[in-house]
DNA sequence: TAGATTGTTAATCGATTAACAATC
DNA sequence: TAGATTGTTAATCGATTAACAATC
């Protein structure tokens, strides 16, 4: 089955769109009714869903409890996901501190710091020192890590724990990582957004 | 010039790039260099360059400093860029106290927030009441605001900011805004980044 | 000159969109 | 049945890649 990214983001979408649409007491819905909640056609709906063999009835749509069920267990979320947080700096810190992944089923065990001042194992998410880090994640079974910390160092500690087991980093530093075989990188470049929606301000400002 | 939202953001990684060649000392530079340094194709990188009527010399490739500042002119770069910070809460605090957007030239020039006792004039970023929104964004002639309000504020946030004369929002909050006409939102969605990884990553697991 | 690189055009690839037969 | 919606195929669109003439 192969899938591209921007597909599995539709799905995220559709999922989110879904519980809004059942919080409004919605028990099925149809492809165009999706489609317009999550801002796509209903054609790329019903062929995300045919990727994944997932059906409906023609002329009856699909009950948007099933759908979650699918969209869920494709997903994931039909279990708790443990993330750690590396690097517990001022992004770090606010998203061990965030509260709105729990309700999305993912669960920051741990952050790591190799500052020792900034360990403290009795706060809410426990902060280690970094060298524990492998034995954590083995034990806890842990793949996913966020990375928030400094460009210079982002490269090395993608390396050890990667060495460590991890198959997927959320990178927050602003710079290309080379991925080590066998682990996804993500990444979340606030610096680039910035710049992207400077330029199209402005190139909106000058045409108008 | 139609261009789209990757090119953009392949010209910021091209900038970014640059300077990291230029810091190694060097001079001039090939295409497939550049593209190298990038992650992109050689081709990739003259048509880009085309796009913006960038020219180099044949066999001599392109000099680094006069591309960074083309780069620059056309990023915005070569002028500082003042930003609003709305929602003072973990993520917006982090953001406020984080020192690498200065060294790109982006300068957050005061948080807002709607609860009277998040407001703090005398913190090196001022955070305001946002009631002071429309009169801060006029007379300081700020267009763009970065949005880590919760979900159910974010909507209501953005029409009273476009309102007051915000042209771009990079919004932080988990759902889909409606832009309002004349003002463009990206958005940066944590949970969808993270469920990605974790799908991606579960597929590697099942498929090895 | 020979070799290498640019700038651009044509070919390819992939994703999106349109269309429509099947069918409830 | 008539009308509406699914599921899928074909057509379109846009972006990426390959190719290569121009030229330094």
Redesign the pocket.
């Known amino acids: 089955m192969i899938t591209?990214k921007?597909?599995i983001i539709r799905l995220s979408r559709y999922k989110n769109a879904l519980y809004r649409l059942q919080a409004l007491g919605f028990v099925k819905f149809?492809?165009?009714n999706l489609a317009d909640a999550v801002g796509?056609?209903?054609?790329?709906v019903?062929?995300d869903?045919?990727v994944f063999g997932?059906?409906?009835?023609?002329?009856?749509?699909?009950q948007i409890e099933t759908l979650l069920e699918k969209l869920n267990s494709i997903l994931g979320k039909d279990r708790l996901q443990k993330v750690v947080v590396i690097g517990a700096g001022h992004i770090g810190s606010a998203l061990m501190r965030y509260r709105g992944f729990e309700k999305e089923g993912i669960k920051i065990a741990a952050g790591f710091d190799i500052d020792p001042s900034k360990v403290n194992r009795s706060s809410p998410v426990p902060i280690l020192p970094l060298e524990e880090i492998k034995g954590f994640i083995k034990s806890h079974g842990i793949k996913i890590a966020v990375l928030t910390v400094p460009d210079i160092a982002a490269q090395e500690v993608v390396d050890i724990i990667s060495a460590s087991g991890i198959k997927g980093v959320l990178n927050f530093a602003p710079l290309r990582l080379k991925s080590p075989e066998g682990c996804i990188i993500n990444n979340v470049n606030l610096e680039i957004e910035l710049e992207n929606l400077i330029y199209f301000v402005n190139v909106m400002e000058k045409t108008k």
Chains 1, 2 share one sequence.
Request: hydrophobic share 30%; with cysteine.
């Open positions: 591209t921007n597909c149809f492809s165009d796509v056609t209903a054609a790329v019903r062929k869903f045919s997932i059906s409906g009835n023609k002329k009856g749509g699909y």
